[in-house]
């Protein structure tokens, strides 16, 4: 009885251990829903081998430093909890594909997760990109939720759609840098910037319930919808740029006290229904002169939903809002800094309270290195955006160099212009240049040279670019130096020489044109990136000169092509590489195939490795030698001999053998001379024996004959003294 007891009990305290280990085991597992969901997942730890994601959802186990973005193939979702550590980046943290979904959050309830940007760091945390196209569905999808960021950049995206919820964001310039038909929605965070926080072009914009400072601009809008409702928003310089577009407000918002309206554009302050405008002072609006201006009955007013909107006029003003009143009172803008003529030519200029110079007329600029120019004595503090006219034809050598405050190009040109050398070189504000007119652009020598502000660009078929190496016309270095450009749309047809030399670390190139040409594949000279160890990625046409460009190796570059969207090109010069058979000691390869107009591979040929040799052993007749190639190893087996008594081992197969049986012929020579020999049949059942020599002499050799007498292996076997 004592003894089932025993067991019994053994058994009871086996099945307890067993529950509990399996308990134990359970708990471990990273368990939670997404934000926003209800559906428990099952997460599992981020792999730290660099490799590209499947999709799923996964865990940091520890902080992590990722030198390549985290990304998925297109299409492709994944999740990924900080789980209260840090990711930092050393270059782009995170990449979101075309049609993928990427959400990053945090489960933990003490220490809050982070990214964060190294001091090396100086490219985007995100980047949300898209397939060259507007539809939502070729769009990528990033999702930030209860986390906090710290850097450079924070998202630029590219086209796609952008929620962040209950995010702190502590950035040096841009925490969200949106282009190209995107939507964006940020709630209930805090964002913070030494620059300009949010810089949104042509898209849609929401906050709720955000805390938005910066020491430039809160939000710079162009184009764009934007939505607020409530929060804080607050500039140094203003709260809001609003260029074009629509600005609407909700709610009561805090620090919100001027905003620039540069644009013909619609601002609607909510008076009615459940969250009426308010403000804690008032709200002055900053109208320029080409923009958005205000004249008699240019105020459109809605009783109801409390509107109105800034219409085209001849009269420069601005508006203060009134928080008590609720009232917009006229007041008179800034005045002119400085206006007049260029000497000797037809442009006249004009330099604006807000900082705008613009050249109009026609006319050529003269180069600033033969004349002094009218305008400089304002340029160091105060002319912050240029506007070259339709009639200015020449820009000249250096005219705007070393301009610290200038943030904005714009040409309007209906002529043919020509930029002179240096003509917008070492502006280290400048961020935007736009090529808005219709006639020709023709670039000379680093125009645009060290801007290293210029973070993107786009290049126009209107800019030409002659083939020569230096001068007007050549492009050389037009953008060399700008550090912090990472992304180029090019629409002209011809590359010159080294015109993005020296920029960031990992460029973007987007070539339009299907038949591009380079000066470099021309010249081979002035590559167009050639910059010590960079990578960049070439988008353009299939068999296109880009992929050409692409698969030249040019020093340390690392360059990787992407077909374009509404790819044109086709491989049609297919080359076969002939497949290489492996010998004993040297590899082949498999068949290939490659373009031989742009180099592609299409096909890879891949290392057959070497056979190895097949050896046969030694024989008296033959060293150890492959049966394959022939090559040798070491000496023949020796015969012994004392006194004319030879003792001797055949190793030769049966196989190797003639068919009408071969024979063994020893012989003994004196100083060269035969003295005797004698002849044995060579068989499988007679491979070894002893013979007796009479002749004189202690050097002997054995024949290996065939039945017609004709030597099949001749080696001198043995000499003794």
């Known amino acids: 009885m004592q003894n089932r007891w025993l067991k019994n009990g053994l058994l009871s305290l086996l099945l307890v251990l067993l529950i509990g280990t399996a308990y134990a085991a359970d708990a471990e597992i990273h368990r939670h829903p997404l934000p926003a969901s209800s559906k428990e997942l099952v997460w599992e730890p981020l792999p730290t081998d660099g490799t590209k994601l499947v999709p799923g959802n996964y865990y940091l186990t520890t902080d992590y430093t990722v030198d390549q973005p985290l990304s998925t193939d297109i299409g492709k979702n994944i999740s ?16 979101v594909n075309w049609e993928s979904t990427i959400t990053i959050c945090d489960c933990s309830k003490g220490k809050t997760g982070s990214i964060q940007g190294t001091d090396a760091n100086r490219s985007d945390l995100f980047l949300v990109r898209r397939d060259d196209d507007d539809e939502d569905e070729d769009s990528g999808t990033l999702l930030l939720n209860g986390c906090k960021l710290s850097g450079v950049w924070g998202v630029e995206n590219c086209g796609g759609t952008f929620e962040a919820v209950n995010v702190t964001a502590v950035m040096e310039r841009a925490f969200l840098y949106g282009d190209d038909g995107y939507e964006a929605k940020i709630t209930d965070s805090n964002i913070s910037s030494s620059e300009t926080a949010i810089i949104v072009s042509r898209n849609s914009l929401t906050l709720r319930n955000t805390v938005v ?49 540069i644009g013909n554009g619609t601002i609607c302050a909510n008076a009615g229904g459940t969250e009426p405008f308010e403000t804690s002072k008032p709200v002055m609006l900053y109208i320029s002169d080409r923009s958005a201006k205000l004249a008699g009955q240019a105020i459109v007013t809605d009783a109801e939903e409390g509107q109105f909107e800034l219409a085209n006029s001849t009269e420069d003003v601005y508006l203060i809002y009134d928080a008590e009143s609720k009232s917009y009172i006229y007041h008179c803008p800034l005045p002119d800094l400085g206006r007049g003529t260029v000497s000797g030519t037809g442009l ?8 705008t110079l613009t050249i109009s007329g026609s006319g050529a600029i003269p180069d600033a290195t033969s004349v002094t120019l009218p305008w400089p004595a ?42 002179g050398d240096y003509a917008f070189a070492a502006c280290p504000a400048l961020k935007r240049i736009d090529f808005a007119g219709t006639g020709t652009i023709v670039p000379g020598d680093c125009v645009f040279e060290s801007c290293e502000a210029l973070s993107r660009v786009t290049i126009p078929s209107t800019v030409q670019m002659n083939g020569t190496y230096r001068g007007a016309g050549s492009g050389y270095r037009m953008f060399g130096g700008c550090k912090s450009l990472s992304a180029a749309t090019l629409d002209c047809a011809y590359i010159g020489p080294f015109p993005f030399e020296g920029c960031s670390g990992s460029l973007c190139l987007t070539f339009t044109d299907p038949n591009v040409r380079f000066y470099f594949l021309e010249n081979q000279s002035g590559h167009p990136i050639n910059t010590y160890n960079s990578a960049a990625v070439l988008v353009g046409h299939t068999c296109s000169a880009v992929q050409r460009l692409t698969n030249e190796r040019y020093n340390s570059l690392h360059l990787t092509f992407v077909p374009i969207k509404n790819d044109q090109g086709s491989h049609q010069n297919v080359i076969v590489d002939v497949a290489v058979a492996p010998t004993c000691t040297e590899a082949g390869k498999t068949a290939g195939r490659h373009c031989g107009s742009c180099n592609a591979v299409l096909a890879a040929q891949t290392a057959v490795p070497a056979k190895g040799h097949t050896w046969a052993a030694a024989s008296c007749c033959a060293a150890k030698h492959c049966t394959e190639c022939g090559q040798t190893e070491g ?73 017609e007498y004709c030597p099949i292996a001749v080696q001198r076997m043995i000499q003794e003294t």
């Open 80 to 95: 990924i909890c900080l789980n209260g550590h840090t990711l930092y980046a050393s270059k782009q943290a995170i990449l």
């Open 213 to 261: 400072q910066a020491s430039e601009y809160a939000i710079k809008s162009i184009s764009s919808d934007v939505e607020i409702y409530g929060g804080t928003v607050s500039g140094e310089s203003a709260d809001i740029s609003l260029n074009s577009g629509t600005l609407q407000l909700h709610g009561r918002i805090d620090g919100l006290d001027r905003i620039d309206v």
């Open 635 to 707: 000496e023949p087996l020796p015969v012994s001999a004392a006194d004319g008594n030879v003792t001797y081992v055949a190793y030769a197969r049966s196989e190797d053998l003639p068919e009408d049986g071969a024979v063994l012929c020893i012989a003994r020579y004196d100083g060269g001379r035969m003295t005797a020999y004698r002849v044995l049949p060579l068989n499988a059942q007679n491979r070894a024996g002893t013979c007796t020599l009479d002749g004189s002499g202690t050097e002997y050799r054995l024949f290996l004959l065939s039945p």
């Open 378 to 419: 304002y340029y160091s503090q105060n002319i912050k955006s240029i506007v070259i006219g339709a009639g200015c034809t020449s820009v000249g050598e250096r005219a705007f160099w070393r301009y610290q405050y200038l943030e904005r190009v714009r040409f309007e040109n209906s002529v043919d212009l020509t930029l």
């Open 348 to 355: 006249t200029w004009r330099l604006d309270g807000y900082g």
